[in-house]
């Protein structure tokens, strides 16, 4: 019997709907695990995940069954409806539409872990539409300016 074999690392990207910083210090570590839990209930594997308080940026490893935007969609849906259940924003909390995915061979994981676990970090020398603008030319992903995030300058 053969079976299917694969390795398929993809760093995932969004951030907090007008790109209000929301993530509160206080709570982060507990919307990661919840994330983790949605991740693992589908049967994937978190490999890290850590933000910042406009943006979060999780590696995942998935299967080759996975549909990458249902299960960025239901992390989204269901992150939403628990930050706000718990109150944990004064307002009401919600995910910007759309999201970065950008895949990686295994040889370059320690990289992105280390990369998202310092996020905190890099941060101070620059800002996430930077970021996000490196991560689009380095994949050669084409883009238009009116299909990104809603950006605070």
Known sequence: MTG????????VVFSVHGRNSL?????????????????????????AI????DHIHFLIGIKPSCCLS???????????????AKGFSKTKFKWQDGYGAFSYSHSSLN??????????????????????????KKFEIEFKDDYLFEWIE
């Open 4 to 11: 299917t074999f694969s390795q398929i690392y993809i760093q």
């Open 23 to 47: 993530i509160s210090l206080t709570w982060e570590e507990e919307l990661y695990k919840y994330i983790t839990g949605i991740i693992t209930h589908k049967g994937q594997k978190l490999i």
């Open 50 to 53: 850590n933000g910042m308080p």
């Open 70 to 84: 249902d299960l960025v969609r239901e992390i989204k849906k269901s992150s939403n409806e628990w930050i706000n």
């Open 111 to 136: 990289t992105v872990i280390n990369y998202i676990q310092k996020q905190k970090d890099h941060h101070q020398k620059k800002t996430f539409k930077e970021e996000y603008f490196d991560f689009l």
